[in-house]
């Protein structure tokens, strides 16, 4: 990889550098054995500032399957450079050692996931106990012996016990002294079977087409970071992109402790784990901007951003984990948002966290405001074509709320966020579909109208625990007939428990569903007679009904309209 140094300094050949300090690009490719012998080496190494290791286990076994049969795995982004930056000691629990000084230093910038993948399985010492119950993810196996059916022949092994004869471990195919030993306790497990030979050549190719494979590599040489996050901003926009928190994060990092992108999911992690579920990593990131005192939290400058943040990263993100436990407290316990999935718009949860933030302890006519102000821009969606404009006069708008400066009458006329006014709801919707923020609003009033559901053999329990469980598929439809004119309709879905053998249209007439969860008895009739589309037809009519009366009880104007296209519109 290394190559000697132009007089600018960089390492590579002369025409791949770019001259007056810009960064220069060399292409190449490399044998995959070569590239993962710099990891081992320490000359390739992964900057702090990159997420963890996130992948699961089935794309690392598709990465496996691909090289083999010769599939392009796509580039690797590399930046060569002379600038030191905190990179990790151990890739994949494997330890790398410092790079030689006085060199300079290639770090990944695109590709992590699959470098780590790579070198800790093909690394890895023989297997033993190491005390790590995740340690079984680097130990991949390509089963011998196996027709090609175009599934994946690359598998994980965890039950207790060595692994079958057959199972090929892949650590072994880049060293030759432990592919032969594999070979010795195959033919002593086969016994003399005629088997060996095929299973052993078997093996051979398979380790052959491994250790000929090729990398694409890229590698930006000088420049400084903000150059070379950009670069990777463009090369990879039509890809997994970096997330704008990565981008700040990787500008803003200056080594000695947690990068900013790691610090928020720390905080998101924690949340998750107590029961809310998954805030996207965008959503914590924009909230920590608002909290660090930033209007501008949806813009692409990054490098402008990073700089402004540089000296308050640690406080933005410290702040903003106390004033998101607040919001999340607020949502679970004021409003009724069980999950985070079911939030309306992610711009709703970076908002309430700012306010939070300016005001840890609400007055109760703010409170009553707040939740007003979720439902009302929730059913009219007010953030469904948001800009960096709306945004940035959303957070001026809930900054003069939160401290004062303005109280909810102070808003009316003014066409902000809190100027009610001309916020209409949009009607019942039509179509289910979660990608709708509506349909998300319509949700939330349904498992506060009928939180409680009962098992087959009568056992309570909340519906919103089975939406926890089973994620989209606790939405069971009641009636599959094809054709039906408003099969799609929301009124054609229940939550339930999943009843092996019992569909819900059985469940519902099994337990006499009648006067419940929105079903009037004339509508249960038509179920019952199998009228599904009238069923359908009624079961709406008094969901929209009660719904109405509910939007009518926080001072909204209901919708003239009984039903609406439902938009796909979440950010």
């Known amino acids: 990889m290394a190559s000697p140094h132009d007089e600018h300094g960089l390492d590579g050949p002369e025409e791949y550098a770019a001259p007056g300090g810009e960064i220069g690009v060399r292409p190449d490719v490399n044998l995959l054995e070569t590239f993962l ?4 080496t320490g000359q390739l190494r992964v900057p702090k500032f990159q997420r963890p290791f996130v992948w699961r286990p089935d794309q690392m076994l598709d990465l496996f399957d691909s090289i083999e049969r010769g599939y392009p795995i796509g580039s690797m982004l590399l930046w060569e450079t002379r600038q030191e930056l905190e990179s990790l000691d151990h890739v994949g629990g494997l330890p790398i050692p410092d790079a030689a000084p006085g060199k300079s230093v290639t770090y990944i910038l695109d590709g992590h996931q699959r470098l780590s993948t790579l070198y800790a399985t093909l690394y890895r010492p023989a297997a033993g106990p190491s005390g790590d119950p995740a340690d079984w993810i680097w130990h991949v196996y390509r089963v011998l012996g196996q027709s090609d059916t175009r599934a994946n022949r690359y598998v994980h092994w965890r039950k207790p016990g060595p692994p079958p004869p057959n199972y090929l471990p892949v650590r072994s195919v880049l060293r030759t002294l432990d592919f032969l030993a594999y070979a010795r306790n195959l033919l002593k497990s086969l016994d003399g079977s005629p088997y060996y030979d095929e299973l052993v050549e078997e093996g051979e190719q398979v380790a052959q087409r491994i250790k000929s494979y090729k990398v694409s590599v890229v ?32 500008l803003t990092y200056k080594g000695g402790g947690e990068s900013l992108a790691n610090s928020i999911a720390a905080v998101l992690d924690r949340i998750a784990a107590e029961g809310f ?44 984990d106390v004033a998101l436990t607040r919001a999340v407290a607020f949502l679970r316990e004021r409003v009724g948002v069980p999950l985070a999935r079911l939030i309306p718009y992610n711009n709703q949860l970076m908002l309430l966290t700012l306010f939070f933030h300016l005001r840890p302890e609400p007055s109760p006519e703010q409170e009553e405001a707040l939740i007003r102000w979720f439902w009302i821009t929730s059913w009219a969606g007010h953030f469904a074509s948001v800009n960096s404009t709306t945004s940035r006069q959303s957070i001026q708008d809930m900054r003069a709320f939160a401290t004062g400066e303005k109280r909810l009458a102070d808003f009316a006329d003014g066409q902000g966020m809190f100027d009610f006014a001309d916020q209409r709801p949009r009607p019942y919707p039509d179509r289910f579909d979660l990608r709708s923020a509506r349909v998300r609003a319509y949700l939330l009033w349904e498992l506060r109208e009928f939180p409680e559901r009962f098992t087959a053999g009568g056992k309570p329990y909340l519906a919103v625990e089975a939406i926890r469980r089973l994620d989209s598929a606790a939405f069971r439809r ?31 007439l099994d337990q006499s569903g009648e006067g419940e969860l929105g ?34 009880s926080m001072g909204a104007v209901a919708p003239p309209a009984v039903a609406a296209d439902t938009e796909i519109d979440t950010e």
């Open 277 to 320: 579920g998954e805030i996207n990593s965008t959503t914590g990131f924009r909230a920590v901007l608002a909290v660090a005192g930033e209007e501008e939290v949806t813009g692409a400058h990054w490098d402008v951003l990073a700089r402004r943040m540089e000296g308050k990263v640690a406080q933005a993100v410290q702040d903003t």
């Open 478 to 508: 009641i009636s599959n007939k094809a054709g039906l004119s408003n099969g799609s309709n929301p009124a054609n879905r229940i939550v339930l428990e999943v009843t092996p053998g019992m569909t819900a249209r059985s469940y519902l």
């Open 519 to 552: 079903i009037a008895p004339d509508a249960w009739i038509r179920l019952g007679r199998g009228h599904d589309e009238a069923f359908i037809e009624l079961r709406a009519a008094e969901l929209a009904r009660r719904e109405r009366l509910f939007i009518e």
């Open 219 to 250: 590698t930006l040489l000088g420049g400084n970071l903000a150059q070379a996050v950009e670069v990777f901003s463009r090369v990879n926009s039509k890809g997994q992109s970096m997330s704008p928190d990565q981008m700040v994060s990787a």
């Open 37 to 40: 012998e710099n990891v081992r």
